[in-house]
């Protein structure tokens, strides 16, 4: 049986059965497990809602407030989320999108981001990255966690659309994969400032919301 390293803050690993991360909803788009959960030390903020924190829809906050309704990674951290026997499939257009808690703290102005690399595979052993430039100037490119997060389940804004949810959006046609069943985001944040500031515990690094399958 598969297991889940989870580790809070102060480094101490617990090791939690799949089937007690398993959603127990599979006719919604969104991850139905963690397969993997694996914390830097500056990592592990909504650790108490683990897993259901990152199973279920995101809870965007909007332009410029992002959600607390997230799982901190911390920086270097990373994570692996299943899709069930039918996976994600290559549609026209985008194919799932990744939500974390970027926003603009002023109306119109840059956009805080923390982001992550993401990759995708067909059996959790093989990976296709998704390109994730954060050298250079400028806002990360081809990385999650650099789009604010408009969808909550509040809003009635539809978290499987990509149009309107926010969040980043990633194609598997654009990687040449026709099908993943798991999606692995690792935090590149410390890498794009070049410092550790944005690393301190238990909130460091990427906060993950949610990913969901784009509606068909």
Partial sequence: ?????????????????????T???????FA???????????????S?????VVLGPPVGGGESRGSTDVLSLGCG???????????????????????????????????????????VSADGETWTTFECVVEGDGAPRGCAGVTPVLSSP?????????EHAGGDAFDLASVGVARARFVRIIDRTEEFY???????????????????????
Avoid: K, Q, Y
């Fill in 1 to 21: 049986m598969a297991f889940i390293r989870m580790c809070g803050a102060a480094g101490i690993a617990v090791l939690l059965a799949l089937a007690a991360c």
């Fill in 23 to 29: 959603s127990a909803r599979r006719s919604d788009p």
């Fill in 32 to 46: 139905s497990s963690v397969e993997r959960f694996e914390p830097s030390d500056s990592g592990g903020f909504g």
């Fill in 48 to 52: 108490e809602d683990f897993p259901g």
């Fill in 77 to 119: 951290g990373s994570i692996v989320l299943g899709f069930g026997p039918d996976g994600i499939e290559d549609r026209p257009g985008p194919d799932f999108i990744v939500f974390e808690n970027a926003f603009a703290p002023s109306s119109g102005g840059p956009v805080f981001v923390e982001p992550g690399e993401v990759s």
């Fill in 154 to 162: 509040d809003n009635g804004i539809d978290p499987a659309d990509p």
């Fill in 194 to 216: 070049g410092t550790t500031m944005w690393c301190s515990a238990p909130t460091g690094g990427f906060d993950l919301d949610a990913v969901s399958v784009v509606a068909p």
